[in-house]
């Protein structure tokens, strides 16, 4: 079965611009997460999909960050504009559904200078 | 999101040593999972834990979800170099869906 996908593995900005991550769950589930992970740091959640609705955001920096699950399958993650302080590991996440084990992907390192 | 107490933050153990790391919520969970991750990777999924009191093992690995429902914890049994990484507990509550980590525990093993 193959894992969770995600792309780019890593990207360098400048601050002020903008970018953009994909993700691709496993085959089949409902549930997406996408987390942003400092160096150092454990995961910190920023939004949770069920299927394409929202199902938690409130961490998400809304100002700045928009996450879109159109067809319910994949997922795109956007940063605009970027600030140094948005350095950090993105990931992702799948799960059949709520409480249930999540699978992550690699993540995308993000760089911002 | 949940706060999760993650413990200890670090160990150095000598290979063949056991390893036990703990987790506390402020709230009751329903689902308290255990990944590790290494180097430029994503975490990994252990073990999950979907009652409360129950034990489970995968290996070497063995966790609980403990009985009050807001604490679990992960011991490695006789470490090897490969043991190295960071462990991170993981838990979900009945009330607000999320899936919250602790801060990790890094464990490093001396051969």
């Known amino acids: 079965e193959a894992g969770v996908a995600q792309s780019p593995r890593y990207k360098i900005i400048e601050k002020r611009q903008s970018v953009a991550f994909w993700c691709n769950p496993i085959?089949?589930?409902?549930?997406l997460y996408w987390y942003q992970q400092i160096l150092g740091q454990g995961p910190k959640l920023l939004i949770q999909?069920?299927?394409?609705?929202?199902?938690?955001d409130s961490q998400l920096p809304k100002d700045r960050f928009s996450a879109e699950r159109l067809k319910g399958v994949d997922s795109t993650l956007k940063i605009q504009p970027a600030k140094l302080e948005d350095s950090a590991v993105y990931l992702c996440?799948?799960?059949?559904?709520?409480?249930?084990?999540?699978?992550f992907g690699q993540g995308t390192r993000l760089t911002v200078v | 999101g949940q706060q999760l107490n993650q413990s200890p933050q670090s160990m150095f153990i000598q290979e063949g040593e056991d390893v036990s790391m703990n987790c506390t919520s402020s709230?009751?969970?329903?689902?308290w999972l255990w990944y590790k991750q290494e180097p430029g990777e994503g975490p990994v999924l252990l073990i999950a834990?979907?009652?409360?009191?129950e034990l489970t093992s995968n290996g070497r690995l063995t966790a609980q979800f403990g009985i009050t429902r807001k604490d679990s914890f992960l011991n490695i049994s006789a470490s090897i170099p490969s043991d190295v990484g960071i462990y991170f507990c993981?838990?979900?509550?009945?009330?607000?869906?999320?899936?919250?980590f602790g801060a990790g525990t890094t464990v490093t093993v001396r051969a």
């Open positions: 996440a799948s799960s059949l559904g709520t409480w249930i084990e999540a699978f």
């Open positions: 085959s089949g589930h409902a549930t």
């Open positions: 999909f069920q299927n394409n609705g929202v199902v938690d």
């Open positions: 709230s009751i969970f329903n689902t």
């Open positions: 834990l979907y009652k409360a009191g």
């Open positions: 993981a838990g979900q509550d009945g009330n607000d869906y999320k899936l919250s």
